[in-house]
């Protein structure tokens, strides 16, 4: 994945900025931490955890101080089918491979293009988007989610756009 990600598909302005972490855990069931470092900072990290953390700091959860880990991983995979992933800020472990999985195989202005922000995520990044499209990029850059802002600018930076 790092191999794909960060040299063969990765904009030549962002080489040795952006990198791939993937980490996991005994006891964690086959679960992974994706992360996304710019610059060696961490930027972003995809998770189980993440997610229902961010349900329950957002109100989603109606325990919204879970005691042990029952608690805390109660109502998870019911919220997890019910609120999309275009309306959550916090995504899963198997949500970012779905999203790589995707936007590997199909034509890079169906992932520029795509409703989930991960599949842009990794567009965004991409070699192939070239300055036409990034500049129609920077028209949409405020309908992004914070998170996902910071990597556009720091494309369109790269990029003198």
Same mark, same amino acid.
């Given at each position: 994945?790092?191999?794909?990600?960060?040299?063969?598909?990765?904009?030549?302005?962002?080489?040795?900025?952006?990198?791939?972490?993937?980490?996991?855990?005994?006891?964690?069931?086959?679960?992974h931490?994706?992360? @996304?470092?710019? *610059? +060696?900072? !961490?930027?972003k990290? $995809?998770?189980?955890?993440?997610?229902?953390?961010?349900?329950?700091?957002?109100?989603?959860k109606?325990?919204?101080?879970?005691?042990?880990?029952?608690?805390?991983?109660?109502?998870?995979?019911?919220?997890?089918?019910?609120?999309?992933?275009?309306?959550?800020?916090?995504?899963?472990?198997?949500?970012?491979?779905?999203?790589?999985?995707?936007?590997?195989?199909?034509?890079?202005?169906?992932? @520029?293009?795509? *409703? +989930?922000? !991960?599949?842009?995520? $990794?567009?965004?990044?991409?070699?192939?988007?070239?300055?036409?499209?990034?500049?129609?990029?920077?028209?949409?850059?405020?309908?992004?989610?914070e998170?996902?802002?910071?990597?556009?600018?720091?494309?369109?930076?790269?990029?003198?756009?």
């Amino acid at each position: 994945m790092r191999k794909y990600l960060e040299q063969e598909m990765l904009a030549e302005c962002l080489h040795g900025r952006v990198r791939y972490n993937c980490t996991s855990y005994v006891g964690m069931d086959g679960c992974h931490i994706f992360e @996304i470092y710019i *610059d +060696n900072k !961490l930027v972003k990290q $995809f998770s189980w955890e993440t997610v229902n953390t961010y349900f329950i700091e957002n109100g989603y959860k109606t325990n919204s101080n879970p005691f042990g880990t029952g608690e805390y991983w109660d109502e998870f995979w019911l919220l997890i089918d019910t609120v999309p992933i275009q309306f959550r800020l916090e995504y899963t472990d198997n949500e970012f491979c779905e999203a790589l999985e995707k936007y590997r195989n199909q034509i890079i202005q169906y992932s @520029i293009n795509s *409703d +989930n922000p !991960l599949e842009r995520m $990794f567009a965004v990044l991409d070699r192939r988007i070239g300055k036409r499209t990034l500049a129609n990029v920077k028209e949409v850059l405020d309908k992004q989610p914070e998170w996902l802002q910071f990597i556009y600018r720091l494309r369109l930076d790269s990029e003198n756009i």
